[in-house]
């Protein structure tokens, strides 16, 4: 069974850059039939997806968020990681790591982190 | 981009059926099979119910099933259950590897 496990410190300073890992186990990072990416949650704006990175490193992201952020992978540790620079009150959030596969359909999930920008 | 439109709200009683609809434009929902819904509820993380528009993943109960007509997709519960109380989000490929989500959608079961 697939698990991700989101880590990484739950509080930020404004203008200061966040980061997080994201451990993969029972599952490969290899294969080309997906993407591993980070998903946000906040209370008033929903769900909105941050950017993925595919095994060989190759990233998007969201144009909202695209200045600010930075994901890669590491295979060989078996996880990937999200860092967002300069950030504000605004990105505090539960951040989710995920797996999305060939139909753009997020299948696996993290139990989510809670960061808290203050 | 602006994120997919849902309904704040919607409801209904045990055993009947209930629809939620997603708006978005031609530029993702319009362009793309490529639209999921997610169920979640409090403090646990979303569970993927349909993918491809219509498809359910192994595991989820053919009462969920969804649709889509033009810019708006819809997924409907049928045979409402207690357990189905929760969120609802959907989401939609929009083009250059991005991904726009709804705003969710909360169903409550009377």
């Known amino acids: 069974q697939l698990l991700l496990q989101e880590s990484g410190p739950g509080l930020v300073k404004p203008s200061e850059t966040l980061s997080l890992t994201c451990t993969v186990s029972g599952g490969s990072l290899t294969s080309s039939l997906y993407y591993w990416g980070w998903i946000r949650q906040t209370p008033g704006k929903g769900l909105e997806w941050i950017g993925g990175v595919s095994y060989t490193g190759t990233a998007y992201y969201n144009p909202s968020l695209e200045s600010r952020v930075t994901i890669s992978i590491d295979t060989s540790r078996s996880h990937f990681s999200l860092r967002l620079s300069s950030v504000v009150a605004a990105d505090t959030a539960v951040y989710f790591c995920?797996?999305?596969?060939?139909?753009?359909?997020?299948?696996?999930w993290g139990q989510g982190i809670l960061v808290t920008v203050s | 981009q602006s994120a997919l439109t849902q309904p704040p709200s919607a409801s209904g009683s045990p055993g009947q059926s209930v629809t939620i609809f997603c708006t978005g434009t031609?530029?993702?929902?319009?362009?793309?099979?490529?639209v999921s819904w997610y169920q979640q509820h409090p403090g646990k993380a979303p569970r993927l119910l349909i993918y491809e528009v219509t498809e359910r993943p192994s595991g989820v109960p053919d009462r969920f099933s969804g649709s889509k007509s033009g810019n708006t997709a819809s997924l409907t519960v049928s045979g409402l259950q207690a357990d189905d109380e929760a969120d609802y989000f959907c989401s939609s490929y929009a083009g250059y590897n991005n991904l726009l989500f709804g705003g969710g959608t909360k169903l409550t079961v009377l």
């Open positions: 995920a797996r999305e596969n060939a139909g753009y359909e997020v299948d696996s």
């Open positions: 031609n530029n993702d929902v319009g362009s793309y099979d490529y």
